[in-house]
């Protein structure tokens, strides 16, 4: 019964079921041979010209929730989570962000969309503030505050990690824009408009629309940012709160940790028509890890659980690259804001395979750096140029 199978040579035994399988694989899913191998390629190995790129260059990551995690898992105290200490349930503590060369970093100050309904959204965003400047107190040695671009680059110049705060939800402000300026003296640098659900005067990309975009209150919101200085960050906010964002700013925006739509089709990510407009502004897209919104489509469809791998996510800098230029991609890990990390990207410490997979696909240098954070640096001082403008008494 099995002699046909039996005459055949080992070698040609362990081929034909493999030729089997991939044309198996192409029949079922429509995927081209080389598509079906992706989720198999090979682990990124650091060189030691990935290491010297990354470790001259400047990472600058748009998003990490640590604050949070403190709160929550640690009773908002660094005596109960030391990170100077491992820290294996956070994705983050020092000894991992200096082996990652973080350089600068902003740190998330977010609270919960429920906060909104209960009218303590600000109290809380000061509290989780007050978290940040505690841990910049507790390891002098490690972080410092930084206000402007300028602070950046000295507190980097001088070996420590430069640190800003980002407000995530425009409920902190609760409806009054002199809020604003409360958050901007206390050193938060961004506000992302929404959270998870759609406010009063802005739309979420994961809720029902309430103003389709924005309303007049929200453009108030945006032109007073521009005035402070604030920069605006359109991660999750409804594609059309984005398009009618970047028609009225009058500064390049941040998406402090979104990623491509075209590669992974999740709502909290960027549709190409807006990857474009970005470019128009001078923004920069910022590229979250977070398996759920880099793994591709068609990999999600089949396993909603999957991981996806470093190589998932460095294909969103690539087609960011591709579509808008190298100019307007920058790194938004979301580390310790997401339940599920791609391969190889598991903790703060793995931020160097990118600055290597980067190498192994051809970019040089100079553009590599632009991708870890001199892009950001760039829309930074762009907003305080823009602060400038508006406040000189000419105008
Ligand atoms: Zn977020």
Same mark, same amino acid.
């Given at each position: 019964?099995?002699? /046909?199978?039996?005459? @055949?040579?080992?070698?040609?035994?362990?081929?034909?079921?493999?030729? +089997?399988? %991939?044309?198996?694989?192409?029949?079922?899913?429509?995927?081209?041979?080389?598509?079906?191998?992706?989720?198999?390629?090979?682990?990124?190995?650091?060189?030691?010209? /990935?290491?010297?790129?990354?470790?001259?260059?400047? +990472?600058?990551?748009?998003?990490?929730?640590?604050?949070?995690?403190?709160?929550?898992?640690?009773?908002?105290?660094?005596?109960? @989570?030391?990170?100077?200490?491992? !820290?294996?349930?956070?994705?983050?503590?020092?000894?991992?962000?200096?082996?990652?060369?973080?350089?600068?970093?902003?740190?998330?100050?977010?609270?919960?969309?429920?906060?909104?309904?209960?009218?303590?959204?600000?109290? !809380?965003?000061?509290?989780?503030?007050?978290?940040?400047?505690?841990?910049?107190?507790?390891?002098?040695?490690?972080?410092? $505050?930084?206000?402007?671009?300028?602070?950046?680059?000295?507190?980097?110049?001088? /070996?420590?990690?430069?640190? %800003?705060?980002?407000?995530?939800?425009?409920?902190?402000?609760?409806?009054?824009?002199?809020? @604003?300026?409360?958050?901007?003296?206390?050193?938060?640098?961004?506000?992302?408009?929404?959270?998870?659900?759609?406010?009063?005067?802005?739309?979420?990309?994961?809720?029902?629309?309430?103003?389709?975009?924005?309303?007049?209150? /929200?453009?108030?919101?945006?032109?007073?940012?521009?005035? =402070?200085?604030?920069?605006?960050?359109?991660?999750?906010?409804?594609?059309?709160?984005?398009? !009618?964002?970047?028609?009225?700013?009058?500064?390049?925006? %941040? $998406? *402090?940790?979104?990623?491509?739509?075209?590669?992974?089709?999740?709502?909290?990510?960027?549709?190409?028509?807006? @990857? =474009?407009?970005?470019?128009?502004?001078?923004?920069?897209?910022?590229?979250?890890?977070?398996?759920?919104?880099?793994?591709?489509?068609?990999? +999600?469809?089949?396993?909603?659980?999957?991981?996806?791998?470093?190589?998932?996510?460095?294909?969103?800098?690539?087609?960011?690259?591709?579509?808008?230029?190298?100019?307007?991609?920058?790194?938004?890990?979301?580390?310790?804001?997401?339940?599920?990390?791609?391969?190889?990207?598991?903790?703060?410490?793995?931020?160097?395979?990118?600055?290597?997979?980067?190498?192994?696909?051809?970019?040089?240098?100079?553009?590599?750096?632009?991708?870890?954070?001199?892009?950001?640096?760039?829309?930074?001082?762009?907003?305080?140029?823009?602060?400038?403008?508006?406040? *000189?008494?000419?105008?």
């Amino acid at each position: 019964m099995h002699g /046909g199978r039996q005459t @055949l040579r080992p070698f040609t035994r362990q081929i034909v079921p493999a030729f +089997l399988t %991939m044309l198996l694989v192409v029949l079922v899913t429509g995927m081209s041979p080389a598509k079906a191998q992706e989720s198999s390629r090979p682990d990124v190995v650091l060189t030691a010209e /990935g290491e010297a790129v990354h470790f001259s260059g400047m +990472l600058f990551d748009g998003h990490n929730d640590l604050p949070w995690e403190i709160r929550d898992k640690g009773n908002s105290s660094f005596d109960i @989570l030391d990170i100077s200490k491992d !820290q294996p349930t956070l994705h983050t503590d020092i000894a991992r962000l200096k082996k990652g060369g973080l350089k600068a970093q902003f740190w998330s100050v977010y609270v919960p969309a429920a906060a909104d309904k209960n009218g303590d959204a600000l109290s !809380q965003t000061l509290h989780q503030i007050s978290i940040v400047k505690s841990m910049v107190k507790r390891y002098p040695e490690t972080f410092e $505050f930084a206000s402007t671009a300028d602070d950046i680059e000295r507190i980097v110049k001088a /070996g420590r990690i430069a640190s %800003m705060m980002g407000v995530e939800g425009g409920y902190s402000i609760e409806n009054e824009i002199s809020n @604003l300026q409360r958050l901007y003296d206390e050193g938060c640098r961004y506000m992302t408009l929404t959270h998870s659900k759609s406010l009063t005067w802005a739309d979420s990309a994961t809720d029902e629309p309430r103003v389709n975009g924005l309303s007049d209150f /929200g453009k108030d919101v945006i032109r007073e940012m521009n005035r =402070l200085g604030m920069m605006v960050d359109l991660s999750h906010v409804s594609p059309e709160t984005m398009r !009618q964002s970047l028609a009225i700013t009058k500064a390049p925006v %941040m $998406f *402090s940790h979104s990623s491509a739509r075209a590669i992974c089709d999740h709502p909290r990510n960027v549709p190409d028509d807006v @990857l =474009l407009l970005v470019k128009q502004n001078g923004g920069v897209v910022m590229v979250n890890f977070f398996s759920a919104f880099v793994a591709p489509t068609e990999v +999600l469809k089949k396993n909603k659980e999957a991981r996806g791998t470093l190589h998932d996510v460095v294909d969103h800098i690539d087609h960011i690259v591709k579509l808008a230029g190298v100019d307007h991609v920058g790194i938004g890990s979301d580390f310790d804001g997401v339940p599920r990390l791609p391969h190889q990207l598991e903790s703060v410490a793995t931020y160097p395979l990118i600055t290597q997979e980067l190498l192994n696909r051809g970019y040089d240098r100079a553009s590599i750096h632009k991708i870890l954070g001199g892009n950001m640096m760039r829309v930074l001082r762009a907003a305080e140029h823009v602060k400038n403008e508006l406040n *000189s008494p000419s105008k």
